[in-house]
């Protein structure tokens, strides 16, 4: 049974950093395609960034250039750092993977198959 666990949340003010952090377990091998979502309070849940299995990234046009989405896959590990926080990035965070291989297309809509039971990031101004 894969199982993804998050870690790293916490409470920061505006302009402060977090990197989250995500443990894929249960993989016979190597994760696939594996991303970040968030859910503000009283919103839909969003698609933060995605990696693929090549190593390419996709950002959400709101946090280009803020965030940076990277794995170990030794660890079997995804990162999120997050810099520049503001207000609005207060949501809980969530890392989700696919069943295997790569991301589609619209990954950070919909596709993946994982989903961990999220941490909670609030910034504060």
């Known amino acids: 049974e894969v199982k993804l666990g998050e870690s790293g949340g916490g409470s920061v003010q505006s302009g402060g950093s977090l990197t989250l952090s995500c443990t894929a377990s249960?993989?016979?091998?190597?994760?696939?395609?594996m991303g970040w979502f968030r859910q503000a309070p009283g919103k839909e849940r969003e698609g933060v960034a995605a990696?693929?299995?090549?190593?390419?990234?996709t950002y959400a046009d709101s946090v280009k250039g803020r965030f940076t989405i990277s794995k170990d896959n030794a660890n079997r590990t995804l990162y999120l750092q997050m810099n520049s926080l503001k207000p609005e990035d207060t949501a809980v965070y969530y890392c989700a993977a696919v069943r295997a291989g790569f991301c589609l297309s619209s990954i950070l809509i919909y596709g993946m198959d994982y989903w961990g039971k999220g941490t909670l990031v609030t910034v504060s101004l």
């Open positions: 990696l693929d299995v090549d190593g390419s990234a």
């Open positions: 249960g993989y016979v091998s190597k994760p696939g395609c």
